[in-house]
């Protein structure tokens, strides 16, 4: 059984920053992405930000230059870093792992989420 735990959530003033941090456990032989995504309310679960097991990532536009996402390999861990937060950027943030690869097979797996509110 494959867990992704997330922490780091909370409440911040527009302008200031946070750091999510997820760490996967189990029975890992590897996962090929890891990223992480959220939902506002409302609205649809959007892509955020993903690292990718060749080291390349990529980014929701509305992000591009103010979140950065780091990758441990060998932790399996993943960090979204946010600057230069919005109110808009308020909503629930889920960390994924996909292509994760284990002892007994292969699949993908989400956090169970962390809040992140933005004040203005």
Known sequence: QVQLVESGGGLVQAGGSLR???AASGS???IYTMGWYRQAPGKQRELVAVFRSSGSTAYADSVK???TISRDYAK???N??????KPEDTAVYYCAAEGVRTVVG??????QGTQVTVSS
């Open 20 to 22: 999510l941090s997820c």
């Open 28 to 30: 890992i032989i590897s």
């Open 76 to 78: 399996n861990t993943a």
């Open 106 to 111: 292969r699949g993908n797996y989400w956090g």
């Open 80 to 85: 979204l870093q946010m600057n230069s937060l």
């Open 65 to 67: 230059g103010r979140f």
